[in-house]
Nanobody, 115 residues
Framework: QVQLVESGGGLVQAGGSLGLSCAAS????????MGWYRQAPGKQRELVAL???????TYADSVKGRFTVSRDNAKNTVWLQMSSLKPEDTAVYYC?????????WGQGTQVTVSS
């Protein structure tokens, strides 16, 4: 069982930057693929970025070059650094942990980008 707690959301102007963090507890963090997803009002939840347990990263096309995902297994933490934010980045951002089909979600943190 993994518990995930996100922090760092807030309100930012378009073009600005914001960082999110996700602290995990429950053990075995290094064995999980960690992901960030987001869900805007009226839309489905979508993948933003992944950091696999093997060290690979994947980004949604819409955030490539603007967002960076990182992790520190010693700190049981994954981060999402967001820059050049756009109003369409407004959403609730969720941290996700996946291992062998077991999936865990954080409670989400709101990111609002004003134009």
């Amino acid at each position: 069982q993994v518990q995930l707690v996100e922090s760092g959301g807030g309100l930012v102007q378009a073009g600005g930057s914001l960082g999110l963090s996700c602290a995990a507890s429950g053990g075995g963090f290094r064995l999980y693929t960690m992901g960030w997803y987001r869900q805007a009002p009226g839309k489905q939840r979508e993948l933003v970025a992944l950091f696999t347990r093997g060290g690979g990263t994947t980004y949604a096309d819409s955030v490539k070059g603007r967002f960076t995902v990182s992790r520190d297994n010693a700190k049981n933490t994954v981060w999402l650094q967001m820059s050049s934010l756009k109003p369409e980045d407004t959403a609730v951002y969720y941290c996700n942990a996946e291992r062998f089909g077991s999936i865990y979600w954080g409670q989400g943190t709101q990111v609002t980008v004003s134009s």
